[in-house]
């Protein structure tokens, strides 16, 4: 009697790292991260509370759900191959354009800003893959066309400039000035990375921020107070105007001190700050956690930068540089960004801490990011 076969199904870790950089991304990634879902819960605990009937988890479950989908989703995605990405390149910026074409047509305004869309139920903000998108769409291009850079700029991009400019056209229709310049510090960190001569550079830098300044003065939105004010400073007559958004946010991160006042217990959060565990979610950790817990958060950033920068290094093919170059600008540099408008640095351009503040499609947005990273990465490891 013959004995029955054994049959083995090989499944694939999804947990396993690659490479001693891989393990200290996902583990910085898993940090910020954890951060955040705490800041999340202490700083929108009393407006969650308000808005949802009692219930003061209401916003940090949605947040939870966020990151479990985000870091599900990542998981997935970083054992693709990356022929993915160089394949379906135009169809992410054409899904990007469709959502948010969507968004200018049945979307909904707050702020001035038109960003968000319903869709089953869940609020969608497109312009956070949009970025992510656009990251991938360079990368590609950068990759497939090393010469176009010996050429003047007018014919770099062959006609393939619109799937660049078609949806940063719709993000600033919807009024998202914040989002438009981050997209354009991708693109010029991106340009940087892969070589490209200076004086174009300098061009393209420079007209993104005049057309930036003109619609900001043009448009009629809080965008131009708001930056008249940070280039005035703020009079007693603005105090509850723009500039009250502003002025809280000092105060939160004054009163935290050496060492904060203890874990959920920011005053700032009790309906004085807006935006607490969104764009000014940094005042309520220096607050609560004083000058120490701010400089504890800026170390990781600084660890995540630095840890982005050797994977740069150590995998130099064009096409993941360049990819990593742009995640890097994304996450850290808008991270910075949104500290530097809490301390008063820049104008309020109402743009999240990336991975700490609250906001589904854009938790979701940075861990898909750092899975594309990886899934470059473990590429390049296996075929060079």
């Known amino acids: 009697m013959n004995s029955p076969r054994r049959l083995t199904v090989r499944i ?11 393990t200290m991304l996902s583990a910085i990634t898993v940090l910020l991260v954890g951060i955040g879902l705490l800041m999340v819960l202490s700083a929108s605990s009393v407006t969650s509370g308000i808005n949802n009937n009692g219930n003061f988890f209401h916003d940090a479950t949605t ?5 479990a989908i985000g870091i599900a989703s ?11 990405w160089r394949r379906y390149r135009n169809s992410f910026i054409l899904i990007g354009i469709a959502l948010q074409g969507a968004v200018l047509a049945f979307g909904e305004s707050y702020g001035g ?3 968000w ?5 869940v609020s969608l903000q497109p312009s956070e893959f949009i970025k992510l998108a656009l990251i991938v769409w360079l990368a590609v291009w950068i990759h497939d066309n090393p010469y176009h850079f010996d050429r003047p700029l007018m014919y770099w991009w062959d006609h393939q400039f619109w799937w660049i400019i078609a949806p940063i056209v719709l993000v600033l229709g919807g009024g998202d000035i914040g989002t438009v ?8 960190g991106m340009l940087v990375m892969a070589g490209a001569p200076a004086r174009p550079l300098v061009f393209l830098g420079a007209s993104a921020l005049l057309v930036v300044i003109a619609y900001v003065t043009i448009a009629p939105s809080s965008r131009g107070s708001r930056f008249s004010i940070w280039l005035t400073g703020c009079k007693p007559e603005d105090y509850e105007g723009a500039c009250w958004q502003t002025i809280h946010g000092y105060w939160a991160l004054g009163s935290g001190g050496l060492f904060g006042m203890g874990a959920g217990s920011s005053r700032s959060k009790w309906s004085w700050l807006p935006h607490a565990e969104s764009d000014y979610i940094f005042a309520i950790i220096g607050e609560e956690f004083g000058l120490v ?3 504890f958060l800026l170390l990781i950033i600084v660890a995540l930068a630095v840890t982005l920068v050797r994977l740069m290094r150590a ?7 360049t990819l990593i170059a742009g995640v890097l600008v994304w996450i850290v540099g808008q991270s910075l960004v949104n500290i530097g408008v809490v301390l008063g640095l820049l104008p309020v351009l109402g743009v999240p801490l990336p991975m700490v503040s609250s906001g589904g499609s854009a938790i979701v947005a940075n861990l898909l990011a750092i899975g594309v990273v990886i899934s470059c990465v473990r590429y390049e490891e296996k075929y060079g």
């Open 293 to 295: 817990g701010a400089i």
């Open 63 to 67: 947040q939870s759900i966020g990151v």
């Open 74 to 84: 990542a998981l997935i995605i970083s054992r693709w191959p990356l022929e993915v």
């Open 117 to 121: 869309i319903q869709i089953g139920g």
């Open 113 to 115: 800003n038109k960003n």
């Open 315 to 321: 995998y130099p093919q064009p096409l993941t540089q």
């Open 181 to 188: 310049l981050i997209i354009g510090l991708i693109i010029l």
């Open 12 to 22: 694939p870790n999804l947990f396993q790292a690659d490479s001693p950089l891989v």
